[in-house]
């Protein structure tokens, strides 16, 4: 949701979101005293999960910068297989 703050064109994104965005954010809506201080209770594990998004996150941006549509497209697949399979056992 604050990534959506710091951009100029922050309104027309809201107007345009929709259900999954409802979903995805809907912790943001909720108490910022209470996830204050569920997150300083797990400090430890919420920094190695943030430190293990931030090596997914320069996974993409290298695959996007080279072009890697192989390498980009094999990501996307591990990830859908992976869901996928979740989904059908849950």
């Given at each position: 949701?604050?990534?959506?703050?710091?951009?100029?064109?922050?309104?027309?994104?809201?107007?345009f979101a929709a259900s999954g965005f409802r979903d995805f954010s809907?912790?943001?809506?909720?108490?910022?005293?209470?996830?204050?201080?569920?997150?300083i209770q797990n400090e430890e594990s919420i920094i190695g999960d943030l430190q293990l998004f931030q090596k997914e996150i320069a996974k993409l941006i290298n695959f996007?910068?080279?072009?890697?549509?192989?390498?980009?497209?094999?990501y996307l697949k591990l990830a859908s297989s992976t869901r996928k399979n979740w989904a059908e056992k849950n």
């Open positions: 949701v604050n990534l959506i703050n710091d951009k100029k064109n922050k309104d027309i994104l809201l107007n809907r912790i943001a809506a909720s108490s910022p005293e209470v996830w204050r201080d569920i997150s996007l910068e080279k072009k890697d549509q192989k390498g980009l497209e094999d």
